[in-house]
């Protein structure tokens, strides 16, 4: 069976209560490519409110999450909260939380690991900075971070889907070329291939995030490696409707 493209679009921290519910009228007008997985992350103190609204094909996930239930962790929420609220996804890895908030790639890895153990679904992001892709590190580097994951994900690879987020290209215009995410996405899949399994190489999903917008996204979309985007920026704007629909 072939991937399922998944669309994901992180709104950070951004959007108030009429904001959010601007988007989802806005999405629920679409009209969304049926073939297409659409997940929207949603800052935490919205969750509720936006899995109250989104239609059944539009599903929610946090931004981040805890690695244990429950305790004093002040300021935390855990998988089980995600899903006592109904969502069934989480965002974790994304490279704003290792670099503002300093997680580490064994951190991202119990995270994720938790979050599968309790049933939501996981978009795990990876990615270089410019200096490591100046220095010729990237391969290296989306590999040590995929590699920290590998124990976690276990045998729930059909509950991830991987998002490669070169981090100069998030949220500064700078988009990978459709040959520069490919060839990231393709030597990843011979790297899983290596060091998974040659099923969980061609049945996993890879999201390409960076600058995607309208204008980019069906180049971008009709590499054979790239089954997705996350989307951060271009996700609050009504172009997010184009990009769900890139491959049509
Ligand atoms: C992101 O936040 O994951 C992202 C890719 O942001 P942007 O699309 O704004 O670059």
């Not at 609204?53 to 089980?80: D, L, R, Y």
């Amino acid at each position: 069976m072939g991937r399922k493209f998944v669309v994901g679009g992180n709104w950070k921290m951004n959007g108030d209560k009429k904001q959010v519910t601007e988007i989802v009228d806005t999405l629920k007008k679409g009209p969304l490519d049926a073939n297409v997985e659409v997940v929207v992350g949603v800052p935490a103190i919205y969750l509720e409110y936006v899995q109250s609204i989104v239609p059944n094909t539009i599903n929610v996930a946090a931004q981040n999450c805890w690695k244990s239930p429950k305790g004093a962790f002040t300021g935390e929420i855990s998988p089980a909260m995600i899903k006592d609220i109904g969502a069934n996804w989480v965002i974790l890895g994304h490279s704003e939380r290792r670099t503002i908030f300093g997680e580490k790639d064994d951190l991202v890895a119990e995270k994720v690991a938790h979050a599968l153990e309790s049933g939501l679904k996981v978009i795990a992001c990876i990615g270089e900075t410019l200096e490591e892709r100046e220095a010729g590190k990237t391969e290296e580097v989306v590999f040590r971070q995929t590699k920290a994951l590998l124990p976690a994900i276990g045998s729930n690879w059909d509950k991830v889907v991987l998002a490669y987020e070169p981090v100069w290209a998030i949220g500064t215009g700078k988009t990978a070329t459709p040959q520069q995410a490919q060839d990231v996405h393709a030597s990843l899949r011979n790297w899983l291939s290596a060091n998974a399994s040659a099923d969980v190489a061609n049945s996993v999903r890879i999201q390409y995030g960076g600058s995607v917008t309208a204008a980019n996204a069906k180049e971008l979309a009709a590499c054979p490696d790239i089954d997705g985007f996350l989307v951060g920026g271009a996700s609050l704007k009504p172009e997010f409707v184009d990009i769900v629909n890139a491959t049509q």
